[in-house]
C-alpha cells in the first residue's frame, strides 16, 4: 500500500486526481466502505493521517458487527486471526450480578463476536480492502474540502506537498477526527453531558473460574451510579480496563492519572478482586468530550460515517457497530447516486441510521439515570424481555420488530415503571 516514487512526484507537482469515491479515515467504517465499493467495481481512494497499526479504544465488538465483515469479505480475516471470543456481558453492582448471553436473543443473527486489540484489528481490516483493490495513502491529511456535485479535496502528504482529489462522492469515517464537521463547521449539541474515560491494559492473569473471560465486564461504582468500569479481556491474558465518570472528575495532571486509576479500581469489589495491582501494561491514557453530533449525515457530495457524524458514549460499546452499519448502508445509496439516481439522503441514510443510534441513546441516557440499571439488576425478569434487551445490547438496534427498537423510550420507561411496582 505505499505510494510509489511515481505517484509521489505527481502529487508534487499539484497534479488533480479523479477517482469514483474518496474516503478520509481509514478505521473500520473506511475499510467496510471501501470494500464493499471495490465489490461493486468503483475506483476507492482512502486518505488516512496516521500511520497503521495505531491504538485506539473500543475494544469490545458487537454480534451485529459480523454481518458487515461478512459482507465486505473480511469476516475470514477476523476470525483467523485469533481474537478474544465474545458471547456477552456482565454486570455487576455491589452484590449484583447478571449476565446477557447474546446468543440468546430476541433478533436473528450472529450472537458471538470478538473483543480485539483495536491496532491489530483496524490494521487488519484495511489491508483487508487494500487486498481488495482500494488505494490506502497513510501520512496524508485532508485540509479542505469543496462540497458539491463533483467534491474536490486538498490534501497534504508528510513533506507538505499539496494535491487535489476530485471525486465523484466522498466518505468522512475519520472516526474522532471529524475532518469534515470541523471544516464544513456542521457540529451540532449531543444534548449528553460531558464525560471521559482513563484506561489502560494489564496482564489479568484470570484463573478460569474467575471470571468468562468470553464476557465484557461492566461494574457500576458502589457509590456513584453514573460512574462505571470496563474490563474486555484480550487475547494471551491482556484486559483493557477503563474508567468512565464525568469529565470534572478526571480533571488532573498526566502523571495523576495512574494512581487515580487504580484507586478506583481498589474501590470496585469485582475489578479489584480480578485486576487489583496487575500492572499496567502502558502508560494510563485519557480520552473526553467524546460525545458528538451533527445537525445532518450527509450533505452536497458526502456523507458522514459512524463517529465522524455521531458517537454516544462507550458503556454499550455500540461505536464499532454504528461505524459498520453507516458504511453498508451509506454505500448502498451511494451506489444508486453514482449510477444516475436521484436520491433523497435525509429519508434513506439520515433517518435509518438515525434510528438504530437513537434506540442505543435510549439506553445510554437510562443507563445514567439509574432506570436501565435497575432494569438489568431486576432479579425476576421476563425471559421475553430478556432477550430483547439482549438483543439491543448485541447490536441490532435496528430490528423493529423487537419493541424496545421500535419504541425505546416508551418500553424502557414503562418497564422501569413495572420493575418499581412488581
Not at 354 to 362: S, V
Not at 380 to 397: D, E, F, H, K, W
Request: aromatic share 10%.
Amino acid at each position: 500500500m505505499e505510494q510509489s516514487q511515481e505517484q509521489a512526484v505527481k502529487r508534487q507537482s499539484g497534479r488533480s486526481e479523479t477517482v469514483d469515491v474518496a474516503i478520509i479515515g481509514a478505521g473500520p467504517a473506511g475499510a467496510v466502505a471501501a470494500a464493499l465499493l471495490r465489490h461493486a467495481g468503483r475506483s476507492v481512494l482512502v486518505l488516512e493521517r496516521q500511520h497503521f497499526p495505531r491504538f485506539s479504544i473500543g475494544e469490545s465488538l458487537l454480534p451485529q458487527s459480523m454481518a458487515y465483515l461478512e459482507e465486505a469479505g473480511m469476516l475470514q480475516a477476523v476470525v483467523e486471526a485469533g481474537f478474544q471470543y465474545k458471547n456477552g456481558a456482565q454486570f455487576v453492582w455491589r452484590d449484583h450480578a447478571t449476565a446477557f448471553d447474546f446468543r440468546d436473543k430476541h433478533s436473528p443473527g450472529w450472537g458471538t463476536t470478538f473483543q480485539v486489540e483495536r491496532a491489530k484489528f483496524d490494521d487488519l481490516l484495511i489491508r483487508c480492502a487494500a487486498e481488495q483493490g482500494a488505494e490506502v495513502r497513510f501520512g496524508h491529511t485532508v485540509l479542505a474540502m469543496q462540497p458539491g456535485d463533483a467534491p474536490v479535496l486538498e490534501v497534504a502528504d508528510e513533506s507538505d506537498a499539496r494535491y487535489e482529489v476530485r471525486a465523484r462522492f466522498v466518505f468522512d469515517a475519520s472516526g474522532f477526527g471529524r475532518v469534515l464537521p470541523r471544516l464544513l463547521n456542521l457540529e451540532a449539541p449531543t444534548g449528553l453531558p460531558t464525560r471521559a474515560a482513563i484506561f489502560s491494559h494489564v496482564r489479568d492473569g484470570l484463573a478460569l473460574d474467575d471470571f468468562d473471560r468470553n464476557k465484557i465486564c461492566v461494574a457500576t461504582h458502589p457509590e456513584r451510579r453514573d460512574m462505571w468500569f470496563w474490563m474486555i479481556p484480550l487475547a494471551g491474558g491482556r484486559s483493557s480496563v477503563g474508567c468512565v465518570a464525568e469529565a470534572a472528575f478526571f480533571d488532573m495532571p498526566e502523571a495523576a492519572r495512574e494512581a487515580r486509576l487504580r484507586a478506583l479500581i481498589r474501590e470496585e469489589p469485582t475489578l479489584n478482586r480480578l485486576i487489583g495491582d496487575a500492572p499496567f501494561l502502558m502508560p494510563v491514557r485519557q480520552i473526553g468530550g467524546y460525545s458528538a453530533n451533527v445537525e445532518r449525515l450527509h450533505g452536497p457530495g458526502y456523507a458522514l460515517l459512524g463517529n465522524a457524524g455521531e458517537f454516544l458514549d462507550p458503556v454499550f460499546s455500540s461505536g464499532v457497530t454504528i461505524a459498520l452499519r453507516s458504511a453498508q448502508m451509506a454505500v448502498k445509496v451511494a451506489e444508486r447516486v453514482l449510477g444516475g439516481e436521484a436520491v433523497d439522503w435525509h429519508a434513506e441514510y439520515d433517518v435509518p441510521l438515525r434510528k438504530g443510534i437513537d434506540t442505543f441513546r435510549a439506553f445510554v441516557e437510562r443507563w445514567y439515570t439509574g432506570e436501565l440499571q435497575d432494569i438489568i439488576y431486576y432479579p425476576r425478569q421476563t425471559p421475553m424481555i430478556r432477550r430483547m434487551i439482549s438483543a439491543v445490547l448485541a447490536g441490532y438496534a435496528w430490528d423493529e420488530s423487537n419493541p424496545y427498537v421500535a419504541d425505546p423510550v416508551r418500553r424502557l420507561n414503562a418497564l422501569h415503571e413495572a420493575c418499581k411496582t412488581l
